[in-house]
């Protein structure tokens, strides 16, 4: 005679276990029929045609929303790839200033830096503009002090 004993512990399996496995394994004893449209073959192709239509129909509208979907993206790759580049030039741009401005002064002095050679002489500005320059600081200076836009 076969015993039932439980392979890890070696012992008999208690009945909720069996009963629990028993009621997995049934079977219904009788199979639903079908419904009455489904009994003859002509109604069964019209299923299945109503069916085949519904499902053509659903795959048309994915692939004209994945389409969609897929014009949306590349167009926002695009813009955010054309953002990226904007954003560069402007602070290549900005880089580039910042580096024209240190060099020039107005005074006329121009600030020497650890590039500049002993040979090169950097003149400034020409005298005619400084002179322009210092002509309109004395003109509109003052009357910024006065009406507060500027502290001396």
Same mark, same amino acid.
């Given at each position: 005679?076969?015993?039932?004993?439980?392979?890890?512990?070696?012992?008999? #399996?208690?009945?909720?276990?069996?009963?629990?496995?028993?009621? $997995?394994?049934?079977?219904?004893?009788?199979?639903?029929?079908?419904?009455?449209?489904?009994?003859?073959?002509?109604?069964?192709?019209?299923? @299945?045609?109503?069916?085949?239509?519904?499902?053509?129909?659903? /795959? @048309?509208?994915?692939?004209?929303?994945?389409?969609? /979907?897929?014009?949306?993206?590349? /167009?926002?790759?695009?813009?955010?790839?054309?953002?990226?580049?904007?954003?560069?030039?402007?602070?290549?741009?900005?880089?580039?200033?910042?580096?024209? $401005?240190?060099?020039?002064?107005?005074?006329?002095? *121009? /600030?020497?830096?650890?590039?500049?050679?002993?040979?090169?002489?950097?003149? *400034?500005?020409?005298?005619?503009?400084?002179?322009?320059?210092?002509? @309109?600081?004395?003109?509109?200076? #003052?009357? @910024?002090?006065?009406? *507060?836009?500027?502290?001396?």
């Amino acid at each position: 005679m076969t015993t039932l004993n439980s392979k890890v512990t070696d012992q008999p #399996p208690r009945p909720e276990s069996l009963s629990a496995q028993v009621n $997995l394994c049934q079977v219904p004893e009788i199979a639903r029929p079908r419904p009455a449209n489904l009994t003859s073959l002509p109604s069964l192709l019209s299923v @299945f045609q109503t069916e085949w239509d519904a499902l053509a129909l659903e /795959t @048309f509208e994915l692939r004209k929303q994945l389409l969609e /979907t897929r014009q949306e993206l590349s /167009t926002a790759l695009y813009q955010h790839d054309a953002a990226c580049r904007v954003i560069l030039r402007l602070q290549k741009e900005r880089d580039e200033a910042r580096e024209a $401005l240190s060099k020039v002064s107005i005074d006329g002095v *121009g /600030t020497s830096t650890a590039e500049d050679m002993d040979v090169d002489t950097q003149t *400034g500005l020409p005298t005619s503009i400084k002179d322009k320059i210092n002509a @309109f600081k004395e003109e509109y200076v #003052p009357a @910024f002090v006065l009406d *507060g836009w500027l502290t001396v």
